[in-house]
Every structure is written in structure tokens, then in C-alpha cells.
């Protein structure tokens, strides 16, 4: 990335740029997650998915949308690349799904090996260690990894299991077949779903279709939106999304 979109990247998390740290480091990520929304909305919208970090970075900053794995810690790898972070690729599975089901970060810093993920939806919100084998307390829960007889890794989060990922280091290039079925495949849970959620500073807020959900520490609420106009209007207010028109659940592509 050139500085100035550097610039108006640390702008919208509202972080001031500085020396690589694991202290920024997890700065940026808590703020990402607070920031930039976990949204499978291109799927429904018939918007490409380029998984190209130049196409990535210009749909955070200069479009102000989310996205989902491969968009978001795509993005957020090339801003730490560009920081001076050492970030690798590693390609996961979500419980018993296919390997490139996911998309997560690698960045190895103050002598050790740190997972850093901001599009998991509910997950970490600061960096763990990859080669830590005892729990690991995080805001978003306990967290432990441990290693399978192959070298791969295993997350749990709070005893139960989350992904697992392998050790080698990908290119964005190995992920754009299983992003393209994730976003064509009528098995995909994302032609089936239509979300938007982020963290907020008591919880978390999403609009799941029409259904605006506010959950925090003592119970969640739910209400249902009316019209167009204020589905709309909560996508703006609640995400910083502006849409000409209301994302709704479309039959898969050729479908």
C-alpha cells in the first residue's frame, strides 16, 4: 500500500500509525473488529470478490464496507505488511469443513509466532500465541491451541473447537476457489444467510436480514425492522454502510 492509503486506513480504525509493537498490534486488531463489520453482503448484492490486497483495501477504506475472512484479514494482513509486520497466510478449517474455509494471520513478533484474526466474527479481539499450549485468557473468551499429530492446529475457545489451520504459509491466490464457492454454492452457509455484525463497546450489534440484534453481557434483544428505508438507515447508523438498496437472500449464481 502507498502511505497515504495507509493514512486513511489507520484513519477509519482511529489509530495512530507507529513502530510495529505487539501493543499496536492489538490495538489495531481490537479497533478492526469495532470498525470494519463481518458482512457477507457482496454474496447477495451480485458484488465481484477480488482477493487481491489493493481490491480488499480500497473496499474498507475508500467503499467503508466489511467483508468476510478472506476480505478482512486480507486487508488487515497488507495494512500490517505495510506497518512493518512480518504476517503470513494460513489456511484453516471451521470444525469439519474444507481446508481454505478460512482465512487467518500469522504475525511473528517479540520472539514468538501470534494468531491474529478480524474476520471470525466472535473470536479473539487481541493477539494469542500460536505456540502457547496452555490457556490463554482473551476478552472474547479462554482460548487454547493445540497441535494434532500432523503439525497442524487446533483453537478452542472456551472448550470448544473453533478452526483448525495448517502451519504452512499460503498466498491469497490458494483461497480464491473456496472463496468462490462460498460465495456460489447453494451449501454455503453464506448464499443462505445475509449478515452484518461488529463489536461495540458493550457488546455486539448485527443485522441479520431484517433483524436488528443488540447483545451484551446481561442478554440480547431482538426487534424487526419495517420498511426499506430503515433497514437502510440501520445499516448507516449501526455500520457506517451506505446502500442504494436492501440486501435480501438471493438464489446462489447459475442457480
Not at 15 to 34: I, K, S
Request: with cysteine; aromatic share 8%; charged share 25%.
Amino acid at each position: 500500500m502507498d502511505p497515504s492509503r495507509v493514512r486513511r486506513y489507520l484513519e477509519r480504525l482511529g489509530v495512530e500509525r507507529g513502530a510495529p509493537t505487539l501493543g499496536l498490534l492489538g490495538e489495531l486488531q481490537e479497533r478492526h473488529l469495532h470498525v470494519v463489520p463481518f458482512e457477507n453482503l457482496s454474496v447477495h448484492l451480485r458484488e465481484p470478490i477480488v482477493l487481491e490486497p489493493a481490491a480488499l483495501v480500497d473496499k474498507i477504506v475508500e467503499r467503508r464496507r466489511g467483508g468476510f475472512c478472506y476480505e478482512l484479514n486480507g486487508a488487515f494482513g497488507a495494512l500490517l505488511t505495510a506497518l512493518g509486520y512480518e504476517v503470513t497466510h494460513l489456511a484453516a478449517r471451521v470444525k469439519t469443513g474444507p481446508l481454505f474455509d478460512h482465512l487467518a494471520l500469522r504475525v511473528d513478533l517479540d520472539g514468538g509466532p501470534w494468531l491474529v484474526d478480524v474476520g471470525f466474527g466472535r473470536f479473539t479481539h487481541r493477539p494469542i500465541r500460536l505456540d502457547v499450549r496452555t490457556p490463554q485468557s482473551d476478552p472474547g473468551g479462554t482460548f487454547t491451541v493445540t497441535a494434532d499429530a500432523s503439525g497442524d492446529l487446533a483453537v478452542d475457545r472456551d472448550g470448544e473447537p473453533e478452526y483448525t489451520m495448517e502451519t504452512r504459509p499460503r498466498t491469497l491466490a490458494d483461497f480464491e476457489p473456496t472463496c468462490w464457492w462460498q460465495c456460489t454454492s447453494p451449501k454455503s452457509h453464506f448464499t443462505q444467510s445475509l449478515v452484518c455484525t461488529r463489536l461495540t463497546g458493550s457488546g455486539r450489534v448485527t443485522l441479520s436480514g431484517r433483524t436488528l440484534i443488540r447483545t451484551r453481557p446481561d442478554g440480547r434483544d431482538e426487534r424487526t425492522l419495517g420498511g426499506d428505508a430503515e433497514v437502510l438507515a440501520a445499516y448507516h447508523e449501526h455500520f457506517g454502510i451506505v446502500l442504494d438498496t436492501v440486501p435480501e437472500v438471493r438464489a446462489p449464481w447459475g442457480t
